[in-house]
């Protein structure tokens, strides 16, 4: 599994950006009901969700953990970018203690 992650992230960002261009295509085409812009703007999130889906499984307990503070800096910070920067250094923190 851990050999395959660098083609998985590179499928999944291509899959972003081919939901993000077929977004503002369809805004083009399309008047943006209510409903197709909250889909538009879960798509990220679902990228994002898929990547931290195959890290965790793909690591352990550091991962799971730092996912799961991500989540509340999330709440806290109002920021995904902010929290996932975060998220970054608690891994670290964590592999580093041992976990």
Known sequence: ??????????????????????????????????????????????????ISALAVQAGGLAEGLALAAVVALTRVLGSDVAAAILGVGIVAGLRWAGL
């Open 1 to 50: 599994m851990t050999g395959n992650f660098p083609l998985l992230l590179l499928v999944m960002g291509a899959a972003a950006l081919l939901c993000r261009v077929a977004g503002f295509t369809l805004m083009r085409l399309v008047p943006v009901s209510p409903r197709l812009e909250a889909a538009l703007r879960a798509t990220p999130l679902a990228v994002m969700a898929a």
